[in-house]
């Protein structure tokens, strides 16, 4: 009967023991982390002091050694990510930016932010249809009722339709503006400045390259004249017209066969040729100017009302 007794005793002991061993790391982990979120807000403070002085390269060493600690939460990474982001976006550095915003998790008051931030970075950093997908993503977070719904999906709309407009997709870029409830202050500014894009953009007549070629083998210079140009055309006109001059009368005092008629007509043809190639080329350069110009105006206005919205 001692034995018996002995046994639930025994296991009673082994029981308390296993209990406390499993309450001693979870006292000492929640003890830890309550140690480095305290060391993390410490941190924080400081990174944001060298933020609002400047020292954008220092902050953004503080973070990524911060962001490599272990057991860090959800919460504090995304703080961290997002400043990541803002740093990165101050030095210009915008694919850093990008990918820093990116890594934010849905659940942070920054997500909103940290995405259209990184969709207009890759708009403007030439990969339009990467920050269009980013921007269709966000269709699911956004708030489900009341005035923020409102402003955020009409901001959703306002940015999807300038990528569709630096895509050239007129019948996109009509479908979504037609969605604009052109209400808020912030943004029915810019929704106008895009319709104004989009009938630029419909409206002008490009330069045709092979009509500026064959203007010049007609006439030298006229190509580019017609490229707008007309200060190089006046120029190719008087250096190409002198050299056929030369070659001529080289000709008809020496031959066919003379040296210098040879060497003339050698130079006379490099720069004929060069006059054709030149025209169509500044036509080139004067159709990418213009949308150029267009996408670097259309930039600007999808980017002033996230600033004023979100900063």
Known sequence: MSLLRTIPLFSLLLACMAAYAQNVPDTVQTRDHDALSEHCAGELDFIQYL???????????????????PGLDVVMLDSL?????????????????????????????????????????MMYQGSTAEGEAILH???????????????????????????????????????????????????????AKLDLHRQHLAGFRKKKLWKAGLLSAMLPGSGKIYSGKTGEGIAALLVVGALGLITRENYLKDGLTNWKTLLGGGIF?????????????????????????????????LHLPLRNIFQ
């Open 137 to 191: 993503g966000l269709a699911h977070a956004l708030p489900s009722k009341g005035e923020d719904q409102d402003w955020s999906k009409e901001l959703l709309a306002f940015e999807l339709a300038g990528a569709r407009l630096l895509q050239r997709d007129y019948n996109g870029y009509d479908s979504l503006s037609g969605t604009f409830g052109r209400q808020f202050y912030y943004l029915a500014p810019e929704e």
């Open 269 to 301: 043809s490099i720069y004929y040729i060069g006059n054709i190639w030149g025209s169509v080329f500044a036509a080139h350069r004067h159709n990418e100017a213009f949308y150029q110009a267009v996408d670097q105006h259309i930039l600007l206005d």
């Open 51 to 69: 933020q609002g002085r400047g020292a954008h390269r220092d902050a953004i060493f503080l973070l990524h050694r911060l962001a490599g600690k």
């Open 81 to 121: 990510y997002d400043l990541l982001g803002w740093n990165y976006y101050s030095l210009k550095a915008l694919d850093s930016a990008s990918q820093s915003w990116l890594k934010v998790s849905p659940a942070s008051s920054a997500y909103l932010k940290s995405r259209f931030f990184s969709a207009w970075n």
